[in-house]
């Protein structure tokens, strides 16, 4: 069964930090395209962050750039995102995602259609 799970999330104060992780299991993500997105309660979801199966291309959202950062480890099936400076604004349940092939940051960011694989989120709060 393919699944993704993520982890790591939880209450933090502004400008703390949290890694979140995402586990595959079922299936091997190094030809995938791995996207993180956020819906905020009362928002419409957002794309954060989308990183290639070589995981040398990254792209983000411009309300996290310099702030967030993706990584993958291929061999461990799992993708992470270091989330540093933190702000009430990034509170948010997170959802990772994966699909197929390799596709620009744009695309993966605007166009949540196109994956084909999701966790069941995880929630970041931060809050003082």
């Known amino acids: 069964q393919l699944q993704l799970v993520e982890s790591g999330g939880g209450l933090v104060q502004p400008g703390g930090s949290l890694r979140l992780s995402c586990a595959a299991s079922?299936?091997?993500?190094?030809?995938?395209?791995i996207g993180w997105f956020r819906q905020a309660p009362g928002k419409d979801p957002e794309g954060v962050s989308c990183?290639?199966?070589?995981?040398?291309?990254?792209d983000y959202a411009d309300s996290v750039k310099g702030r967030f950062t993706a990584s993958r480890d291929n061999a461990k099936k799992t993708v992470y995102l270091q989330m540093n400076g933190l702000k009430p604004a990034d509170t948010a349940v997170y959802y990772c995602?994966?699909?197929?092939?390799?596709?620009?940051?744009?695309?993966?960011?605007?166009?949540?259609?196109?994956?084909?694989?999701w966790g069941k989120g995880v929630l970041v709060t931060v809050s003082s």
């Open positions: 995602a994966a699909v197929a092939g390799y596709y620009s940051g744009y695309d993966c960011l605007t166009d949540s259609s196109l994956m084909d694989y």
């Open positions: 079922g299936f091997s993500i190094d030809y995938y395209t």
């Open positions: 990183i290639l199966g070589d995981g040398e291309s990254t």
